[in-house]
């Protein structure tokens, strides 16, 4: 599955390394928002992890400052992700960084329904593209 995703031309994939240890990882992809908002995305923020030994160093925002440049090559309208609405952490995080909630989105896991909160991002900050 894994190798497919990263032969897959709508995903862009980004690995952090520290002394040959993936630490993180970051994918987008096109992909329209499952939500219809005044200001449509077109690439979506499909994935972002870090080891919890980098929460708070800053290589969060600077991973999510390439995703943003990238999407803006790509010729991208806006970028967008879903979070699940319990996860404080992450939407803090992303709050920070000029996402807004435009909706929201059911997901399945086992017999389980849950909600995820989708937002939607800038592709510009205040401090220039990706920055």
């Known amino acids: 599955r ?11 994939s980004y690995l952090v ?3 040959g240890e993936v630490l993180g990882f970051a994918q987008i992809r096109s992909r329209e ?14 994935r972002i992890y870090l080891d919890r030994r980098l929460h708070g ?8 400052a390439r995703l943003r440049r990238t999407a803006l090559e790509l010729g991208a309208r806006g970028i967008w992700l879903a979070v699940w609405k319990e996860n404080a952490r992450a939407l803090a995080f992303y709050e920070k960084h000029g996402f807004r909630p435009v909706g929201r989105q059911d ?11 989708v937002l939607r991002g800038p592709l510009e900050t205040p401090w220039g593209p990706g920055r």
């Open 107 to 117: 997901f399945h896991v086992g017999g389980q329904v849950d909600c995820d909160v």
């Open 33 to 46: 928002m499952p939500v219809t908002a005044d200001d449509e995305a077109d690439v979506e923020l499909w």
């Open 57 to 64: 160093s800053g290589v969060g925002s600077r991973l999510l």
């Open 17 to 19: 390394e520290s002394h």
């Open 2 to 12: 894994q190798r497919a995703e990263l032969s897959d031309p709508s995903v862009v």
